[in-house]
């Protein structure tokens, strides 16, 4: 089994509609990221969260919110998805040990469709 | 402003030769750290090689290494010796400030030819 776990994996939806975007992990990690993809931009930074009561901000929050309801568990929503959502999402962890150091573990990603 | 910048979108490479990803990057920071993942077509991300700031050796892993010029803030991979199965989106992100988030480039699309 994977240590980050994504669900679901693909979504199709329509304008307008509820979405929610889940992440687990079993690594232990205390710090939980949701990135988004778009081709030829990389990976851009939605939430992150460093402990249960700790959320932070990232680069393109609006339209977005996320819940930490433990600590191996990160939501993401889309309250009323919009076409320009159409994206690859991925959750990722890491360890507050050796910030610097430490690399990004990643989710297999959610495709998500907003028609 | 841009913080990773990768300048080349696609790259060719015969198989068997060696080939280096551009990546140069921009802080104020004395603390941070440099990192290459790679995308295959399937879609996940690989964490290949991690280049801290401090560290004075250039980092090496196995076919990958980081070729690391601090005062150009430039953190280029090589990738020796390559093969079919290096064909993959490859990206460059770096860690650093109080927050220590992970920024990434826009990527390079490797395509190595048999």
């Known amino acids: 089994d994977a240590d980050v776990t994504q669900t679901p994996r693909n979504r199709i939806t329509k304008t307008g509609k509820r979405i929610m975007l889940e992440c687990s992990q079993t690594?232990?990690?205390?710090?939980m990221y949701w990135y988004r993809q778009d081709p030829g931009l990389g990976l851009r930074l939605i939430y992150y969260?460093?402990?249960?009561?700790?959320?932070n901000k990232g680069e393109i929050s609006d339209g977005y919110s996320v819940s930490r309801q433990a600590q191996a568990k990160f939501s993401l929503s889309l309250e009323s998805a919009i076409p320009n959502q159409t994206a690859l999402y991925f959750c990722?962890?890491?360890?507050?040990?050796?910030?610097?150091?430490?690399?990004?573990?990643f989710g297999e990603g959610s495709r998500l469709t907003v028609l | 402003a841009q913080k990773i910048t990768q300048t080349q979108p696609g790259m060719f490479v015969q198989e068997k030769e060696a080939v280096t990803l551009d990546c140069t990057y921009d802080?104020?920071?004395?603390?941070?750290?440099l990192f290459w993942y790679k995308q295959p077509s399937s879609g996940e991300m690989i964490f290949l090689i991690y280049?801290?700031?401090?560290?004075?050796q250039n980092a090496t892993e196995g076919r990958y290494s980081l070729n690391f010029q601090k005062a150009r803030k430039s953190a280029n991979l090589v990738i020796s010796a390559s093969q079919l199965g290096d064909s993959a989106m490859y990206f460059c992100?770096?860690?650093?400030?109080?927050?220590?988030?992970?920024?990434f480039g826009a990527g390079t699309r490797l395509t190595v030819k048999p």
């Open positions: 969260s460093f402990d249960v009561k700790d959320i």
């Open positions: 280049q801290g700031s401090y560290d004075e």
């Open positions: 992100a770096m860690r650093e400030g109080p927050n220590n988030d992970m920024r």
């Open positions: 690594k232990g990690h205390d710090r």
């Open positions: 802080t104020s920071d004395q603390s941070y750290g």
């Open positions: 990722a962890t890491t360890s507050s040990m050796g910030l610097s150091t430490g690399e990004l573990f």
